[in-house]
């Protein structure tokens, strides 16, 4: 078993929604190493779900956080400035289409659904970032989660792959401008997962079987894989790497 000690760092995780949720795998490999966890989900559904799941980590903070509305972020960030003060990881998991847009053809996308999707998925990492820089200092860094739709055309996935394309984009543009600051910006690029998200995806079944099938471990990944890279990136064994898609797939991406 491998173990770093991040003891006396603090991370925020936004896009906890279950306990199937990629970001709750991040959360877990960082409180298992000694981060102390900020926790943010999207509105008051999830409240008391993500409660349930925080409980046992010590001193975890939840925050209430809509990336699609400025005042909410306003108050998430002014709350996280009150109670702990300081951010050393960023973790952005949150990606929203209308179901609509996530199934048939690509150029049916009505304008407000691009719109939306663009907003959720990708604008919010800026947002974010945006917020969180004053609380971050030397050695802070940021991660976000993106798909191979980013690079490839992929059957139903259509706009949320202009999203992850913007998201991979942003992750490169950030990080030449953080770098100077000592702030380093990465991304992982996950292969299919059952999470609630995913589901929403028409097709995703046959997804998931087609990955295991190409992939060169002839499996599908865990959420725990994603954990642990996310980790790796966030933490100072990456120091030397920024702007960066890792992708954590079971090498499906070097396949045809
Ligand atoms: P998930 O449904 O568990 O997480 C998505 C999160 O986005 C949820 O917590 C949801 O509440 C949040 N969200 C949506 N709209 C929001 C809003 N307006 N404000 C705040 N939060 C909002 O699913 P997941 O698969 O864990 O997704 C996490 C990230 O991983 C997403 O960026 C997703 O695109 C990415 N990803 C997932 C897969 C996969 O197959 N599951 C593969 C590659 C990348």
């Not at 150029?107 to 407000?112: A, F, L, M, N, V």
């Amino acid at each position: 078993m491998y173990t770093i000690d991040l003891t006396g760092k603090t991370a925020l995780i936004a896009g906890v929604a279950n306990h199937r949720s990629l970001a709750w795998a991040v959360a877990k490999e960082l409180a298992r190493s000694g981060v102390r966890l900020m926790v943010s989900y999207q509105s008051d559904r999830f409240r008391d779900g993500v409660q349930k799941l925080t409980h046992e980590i010590p001193e975890t903070v939840l925050v209430e956080m809509d990336v699609a509305s400025d005042e909410s972020m306003d108050r998430a960030f002014g709350q996280i400035q009150e109670q702990v003060g300081r951010i050393d990881y960023l973790v952005h998991a949150v990606a929203f289409a209308k179901k609509e847009d996530l199934e048939g053809a690509f150029y049916d996308t009505s304008r407000d659904g691009y719109h939306l999707a663009l907003d959720i998925s990708a604008y919010s990492l800026l947002a974010m970032t945006h917020r969180a820089l004053p609380m971050m200092g030397e050695g802070a860094s940021i991660v976000s989660l993106s798909y191979i739709a980013a690079q490839r055309a992929v059957p139903n996935y259509n706009v949320m792959g202009t999203a992850k394309a913007a998201l991979e984009h942003a992750t490169r543009q950030l990080a030449h401008e953080l770098g100077p600051r000592g702030i380093r910006v990465n991304c992982v690029s996950a292969g299919p997962v059952s999470t609630l998200s995913a589901r929403g995806i028409t097709g995703f079944t046959s997804m998931l079987g087609y990955h295991s099938e190409k992939a060169p471990l002839r499996r599908n990944i865990t959420p725990h894989e994603v954990g642990m890279a996310a980790l790796f990136l966030l933490s100072p064994l990456a120091s030397g790497i920024t702007g960066e898609t890792l992708y954590v797939d079971a090498g499906y991406h070097i396949t045809i």
